[in-house]
C-alpha cells in the first residue's frame, strides 16, 4: 500500500501537468492505483485489464468506496461525488503493447 500511495502522488503530478489529468492503467489489476488517483488525486483512470476476476473485484472495491464517501458526505450534510475509475476489459497480449507503442 505504501508503495501504491507514493506511486499515486507521483503519477498525479504527471497527470495533471502533462496529461490533462487523464492517465490510462494497463494492467490495472484490481485497480488500487488507479483509484488513488481518480479518488484521491482527481485524475481521469482508463483500467485495461485482461483477468474478468481482477475487473471485477475493481468494481467491488470501487462500490464499496463509493458507499462509504457517500455516507460519511451525508453525515456532514455535504454534497460530494467522486469520479470512479472507468473499468474497461480488454484482452491484450505483450506483442499488441508493443506494436501499439511502437506506432505511437
Avoid at 57 to 70: H, I, P, S, T, Y
Wanted: proline share 2%; aromatic share 10%.
Amino acid at each position: 500500500q505504501h508503495e501504491v500511495a507514493r506511486l499515486a502522488l507521483v503519477a498525479g503530478q504527471v497527470a495533471q501537468s502533462a496529461c490533462d489529468g487523464v492517465m490510462i492503467d494497463v494492467g490495472s489489476g484490481q485497480g488500487h492505483l488507479s483509484r488513488l488517483l481518480a479518488y484521491g488525486h482527481h485524475v481521469r483512470v482508463v483500467c485495461l485489464e485482461a483477468q474478468d476476476q481482477f475487473i471485477s473485484g475493481a468494481m467491488k472495491f470501487d462500490n464499496q468506496l463509493e458507499m462509504a464517501v457517500e455516507k460519511f458526505y451525508r453525515k456532514q450534510c455535504v454534497s460530494q461525488h467522486f469520479r470512479q475509475p472507468l473499468m474497461l476489459h480488454v484482452f491484450y497480449n505483450p506483442t499488441w503493447i508493443l506494436t501499439l507503442l511502437h506506432r505511437w
